[in-house]
């Protein structure tokens, strides 16, 4: 794999918006001038609430690789109960980022040599009015922390366009919050 290319896994739950979160990140991320961006969704027979992942890249040039990641830079998780049932660190590479929707700040986890950043995304987006189970918006904004690789505000205009006629006001607040109560770990 080229190292120019940023590899993220994400992990959630069928019916949280993994894919819908990764394609946002997508195009928030060709719209901010990287010329290779791959989304490549893992369908099989997921149900809701069952564990899924997707992957996405994102380089500054042209990928070709169009296949699932194995060795992650980065790993979103949806649901921080996932880290019982899936090794969401298989593969990943050392010096990580794993971001996790959590109640618990980032110093309960511990992975060594891992950045571990955490948001209660569930009660985020409670407060601004989303229906339970409606994280995924909440999820971009501990991204844009977590990472710094896209700036918040392209974030929130591709959560505008994606949402548009669906309560955009409610998921660009989600993810405004989230980015702005995402709780930093040491590395270990």
């Not at 290779?36 to 969704?41: D, L, W």
């Not at 609430?49 to 790993?75: Q, R």
């Given at each position: 794999?080229?190292?120019?290319?940023?590899?993220?896994r994400w992990h959630g739950r069928g019916g949280?918006?993994?894919?819908?979160?990764?394609?946002?990140?997508?195009?928030?991320?060709?719209?901010?001038?990287?010329?290779?961006?791959?989304?490549?969704?893992?369908?099989?027979?997921?149900?809701?609430?069952?564990?899924?992942?997707?992957?996405?890249?994102?380089?500054?040039?042209?990928?070709?690789?169009?296949?699932?990641?194995?060795?992650?830079?980065?790993?979103?998780?949806?649901?921080?109960?996932?880290?019982?049932?899936?090794?969401?660190?298989?593969?990943?590479?050392?010096?990580?980022?794993?971001?996790?929707?959590?109640?618990?700040?980032?110093?309960?986890?511990?992975?060594?040599?891992?950045?571990?950043?955490?948001?209660?995304?569930?009660?985020?987006?409670?407060?601004?009015?989303?229906?339970?189970?409606?994280?995924?918006?909440?999820?971009?904004?501990?991204?844009?922390?977590?990472?710094?690789?896209?700036?918040?505000?392209?974030?929130l205009q591709a959560i505008n366009i994606e949402?548009?006629?669906?309560?955009?006001?409610?998921?660009?607040?989600?993810?405004?919050?989230?980015?702005?109560?995402?709780?930093?770990?040491?590395?270990?």
């Amino acid at each position: 794999m080229r190292e120019d290319i940023i590899q993220i896994r994400w992990h959630g739950r069928g019916g949280q918006g993994a894919i819908t979160a990764a394609k946002i990140v997508a195009s928030a991320a060709f719209s901010s001038g990287f010329a290779g961006v791959v989304m490549t969704p893992t369908f099989g027979t997921e149900r809701r609430g069952a564990p899924v992942l997707t992957s996405l890249k994102i380089s500054k040039h042209k990928i070709n690789d169009l296949s699932p990641i194995t060795e992650p830079d980065m790993v979103v998780v949806f649901d921080h109960l996932l880290l019982k049932e899936v090794d969401v660190t298989n593969g990943l590479k050392e010096g990580g980022i794993i971001m996790i929707n959590s109640p618990r700040p980032a110093a309960d986890y511990s992975y060594k040599g891992m950045n571990v950043f955490t948001s209660d995304i569930n009660s985020v987006a409670s407060s601004v009015g989303l229906p339970p189970g409606i994280i995924n918006t909440g999820v971009i904004g501990l991204f844009a922390k977590a990472t710094g690789l896209l700036d918040l505000e392209p974030l929130l205009q591709a959560i505008n366009i994606e949402f548009e006629g669906r309560n955009p006001e409610k998921n660009i607040e989600a993810a405004r919050l989230a980015y702005e109560n995402t709780m930093i770990g040491e590395s270990r």
